[in-house]
């Protein structure tokens, strides 16, 4: 359906240029091109399922960013399309370079969107912890996979070290390819996951299971050092904080994993989808979630949000704190419009 929703718009684009007068052969070049990379998202599809591997990855990625820009061609010349009126002789050559040029803005931005990954800032005040600050860092939707490079974690790590986190945490959806070729990668999270003062945690998200490649997820993510919580709770006693680690592919329920005189500790339930569990109610105090990108592209994150029964940040929800993430990475293509990828800093600080 989506493939086909892509070469519509391929061809609304088609017909525009040929009531541009544009010479024949180009259009048809134009459509031709699209058909082929229609055809290879399928193959991709289709083969990922059983020849995964670095090449299926790359080809299917590379084809999506396309479609991503060929859909964003079709507004650009919608819009020009809409300002001019429909008639087809007030359609020239100089509108189809402005539709051009406005697709290639939005093509750069989107991309360069997707890579300018920031911190962003959470102050949540606390009376259960010991000391007077500390501080959580978290990547959500890395997406290990397709073309994603090591130059771009080899910058968002070391932005995440400047932050000095005192526990480091993944929020699912760290794996989404072959691991064969990310071990420079691995080992700046395992550099991170040394440095972090109470540790570092794991957890699994809906990619995990999607696209493991017959890989151990869980025990290359134990390999850097992480405690990889599914449906587990660990203690960090020295800060009187409970950490919840829950499956990815349950509901969940939070009470087979508490205990007497948790009303004292401070509960942190590390979640991929923001969803909470059936039995939440007033019985933590911060869940940690990420899986929507913020929709990735605007509007989709309005659809997300509905979906995922979330909003984007920090938001009150059952007596608790939920932060859904916008996620560090992106899945498919590598763009995103107006929902900024990012690394979640939360600050617990004593009240």
Not at 74 to 98: D, P, S, W
Not at 114 to 142: G, H, W
Not at 187 to 215: M, R
Request: one cysteine or more; charged letters at 20%.
């Amino acid at each position: 359906m989506f493939t086909t929703l892509y070469l519509v718009t391929a061809y609304f684009i088609y017909l525009k240029l040929r009531e541009a007068n544009i010479n024949p052969k180009y259009s048809k070049i134009f459509m031709s091109i699209n058909i082929f990379i229609a055809l290879n998202f399928l193959s991709a599809l289709f083969f990922g399922k059983y020849y995964p591997g670095r090449s299926n990855e790359i080809i299917y990625a590379t084809a999506f960013t396309c479609i991503i820009i060929s859909i964003l061609g079709f507004f650009a010349f919608l819009g020009v399309n809409i300002l001019t009126g429909f008639n087809n002789k007030t359609f020239t050559t100089n509108k189809i370079l402005i539709s051009c040029a406005l697709t290639f803005i939005a093509s750069v931005y989107c991309m360069a969107e997707a890579y300018f990954v920031t911190p962003k800032f959470t102050e949540i005040k606390t009376n259960k912890i010991n000391s007077q600050k500390i501080r959580l860092v978290c990547m959500s939707d890395i997406h290990f996979g397709g073309i994603y490079t090591r130059w771009h974690f080899d910058r968002v790590m070391k932005i995440l070290n400047e932050l000095k986190p005192d526990i480091l945490i993944l929020l699912g959806d760290t794996i989404d390819g072959d691991m064969t070729f990310r071990n420079y990668e691995l080992k700046l999270l395992e550099d991170a996951a040394k440095n972090s003062k109470y540790g570092a945690y794991a957890i699994n998200g809906n990619h995990e299971y999607y696209h493991i490649y017959d890989q151990d997820v869980e025990n290359i993510i134990r390999e850097r050092g992480f405690k990889y919580l599914i449906d587990e709770r660990d203690e960090i006693k020295t800060e009187n904080i409970a950490v919840i680690g829950l499956d990815d592919k349950k509901s969940g329920w939070l009470r087979p994993y508490l205990k007497a005189g948790d009303e004292n500790k401070f509960i942190l339930i590390l979640k991929h989808r923001p969803g909470l569990t059936h039995d939440a109610n007033n019985n933590f105090d911060l869940q940690l979630s990420g899986h929507t990108h913020a929709g990735q592209f605007w509007p989709l994150r309005y659809l997300k949000n509905l979906e995922d029964h979330s909003a984007q940040g920090l938001s009150h929800k059952a007596g608790g704190l939920v932060y859904v993430s916008n996620g560090t990475g992106f899945n498919g293509p590598a763009m995103r419009l107006f929902a900024p990828p990012e690394i979640s800093v939360i600050d617990l600080v004593k009240n």
